[in-house]
């Protein structure tokens, strides 16, 4: 099981399929910063802060932020997906795959179209 933070942008629907899978997921809006505009460092901080690795659709500044602040819990990003629950399994299968996601930077994209 994960411990995340979910991003302001983040899609509700994925939060609680990965919660039935078992993760322990916490929103922004649930750490009672909704609305805020808080920048993207801080949530990065805040999440660190709380053990947690970060899960957003904000790919550009958070890969950046990756590489000027590597000291994480980590960071899944993710791309925009109306499939929740198959976008939540792929990242409980992305965390799988890394174990340990300290420091880690973990795309997960939605599958190619057929």
């Known amino acids: 099981m994960a411990h995340l933070f979910a991003d302001e942008n983040f899609p509700h629907p994925v939060v609680e399929a990965l919660r039935a899978l078992g ?3 916490l ?3 649930e750490a009672g910063q909704a609305e805020q505009a808080v920048p993207d ?3 990065l901080a805040f999440a660190t802060s709380q053990n947690r690795a970060v899960l957003t659709l904000n790919r550009k500044h958070f890969i950046r932020l990756h590489y000027q602040q590597p000291d994480h819990a980590g960071i899944v990003v993710c791309t925009l997906d109306i499939d929740f629950g198959g976008q939540a399994e792929r990242i409980q299968a992305a965390l799988a795959a890394q ?3 300290r420091g880690r930077l973990v795309r997960v994209n939605r599958p190619a179209k057929r």
């Open 27 to 29: 929103t922004v809006l």
């Open 41 to 43: 460092a801080e949530i």
């Open 99 to 101: 174990g340990n996601m």
């Open 23 to 25: 993760h322990d997921v």
